[in-house]
Nanobody, 119 residues
Framework: QVHLVESGGGLVQAGGSLRLSCESS????????MGWYRQAPGKQRELVAR???????NYADSVKGRFTISRDNAKNTVYLQMNSLKPEDTAVYFC?????????????WGQGTQVTVSS
């Protein structure tokens, strides 16, 4: 059974930092792309950052230069370092593991962690 467990969310003032972690089990972590997504109240879930199995990264324009995604395959964990946080970063943050095999998409989601940035 696959589990993705996020941690590290919380309440922080604007300009502050948080580091999110997502630990996985039940998958061969190193061969999956890992992503961080977020969903604010009344809005659709959006991609924040993604890191491939080869450690290539991409970011939403809104977080470029402020957020950094990284992975530790030995710990089956993906991280999101968030600096210079803004109130508009307030959302539930989810991690996702995904992999395409023979045209079939396999993806798994965590339960989410709340990030609240006060002004």
């Amino acid at each position: 059974q696959v589990h993705l467990v996020e941690s590290g969310g919380g309440l922080v003032q604007a300009g502050g930092s948080l580091r999110l972690s997502c630990e996985s089990s039940g998958i061969i972590f190193s061969i999956y792309a890992m992503g961080w997504y977020r969903q604010a109240p009344g809005k659709q879930r959006e991609l924040v950052a993604r890191i491939t199995s080869g450690a290539g990264t991409n970011y939403a324009d809104s977080v470029k230069g402020r957020f950094t995604i990284s992975r530790d395959n030995a710990k089956n964990t993906v991280y999101l370092q968030m600096n210079s946080l803004k109130p508009e970063d307030t959302a539930v943050y989810f991690c996702k593991a995904d992999r395409v095999v023979a045209g079939n998409l396999y993806n798994y989601w965590g339960q989410g962690t709340q990030v609240t940035v006060s002004s």
